[in-house]
């Protein structure tokens, strides 16, 4: 209640003042008073314009920010979608592997039997043969020696 009082005669004071001071100066007073209220009043807009432009442009990044941050939430998920992915195709693959390794160590097993036997049946047959090897050899290197002069006497002999 006092400061009231008190700021109701400080008003009263300077009210009059002004009403003692001469009329011109009082007028010329109050000239300068307006012009720096336009001027003011001028920047206050443009700062207001500005300063709505400035909160357009945020809520414009803030919204390009949100989107991004979706894009990347789904590459994240997308992502760990594809890391799941792989470690199931990658059990899923040892576990083909061991399969496989057993089965071709069954599959190699029964060739190497069956090369065996083969071979077996061979020297059989060889021993079966005897002497005939050695005829058939005798024969073999035969033909072979005829086939080489053939050879040498169609294209002659050259010197290198």
């Known amino acids: 209640m006092k400061s009231r009082l008190e700021r109701a005669r400080k ?7 002004l009403i003692d001071k001469e009329p011109s100066e ?3 007073k109050l000239t ?22 400035r ?14 941050n979706a894009e990347l939430a789904k590459l994240k998920r997308t992502l760990e979608q594809l890391k799941s992915e792989l470690e199931e195709n990658k059990a899923e693959l040892s576990k083909v592997k061991t399969q496989d390794a057993g089965s071709y160590s069954s ?7 069956d090369n065996e036997k083969l071979r077996e049946e061979l ?5 079966g043969l005897g002497g005939r090897s050695e005829c058939i050899s005798a024969y073999l ?10 050879y040498i006497l169609r294209n002659g ?3 290198k």
């Open 55 to 68: 909160e357009d442009s945020l809520f414009d990044q803030d919204d390009e920010l949100e989107k991004r």
């Open 123 to 127: 020297s059989e047959k060889v021993r």
């Open 11 to 17: 008003m009263n004071e300077a009210m009059k003042t």
């Open 141 to 150: 290197v035969d033909v072979q020696l005829k086939a080489f002069f053939a």
């Open 26 to 28: 009082v007028q010329q």
């Open 107 to 113: 599959k190699l097993s029964a060739q190497i039997a």
């Open 157 to 159: 002999v050259s010197s």
């Open 32 to 53: 300068q008073i307006e012009r720096v209220r336009e001027k003011l009043l001028i920047e206050n807009k443009d700062l207001q314009e500005e300063l709505k432009l």
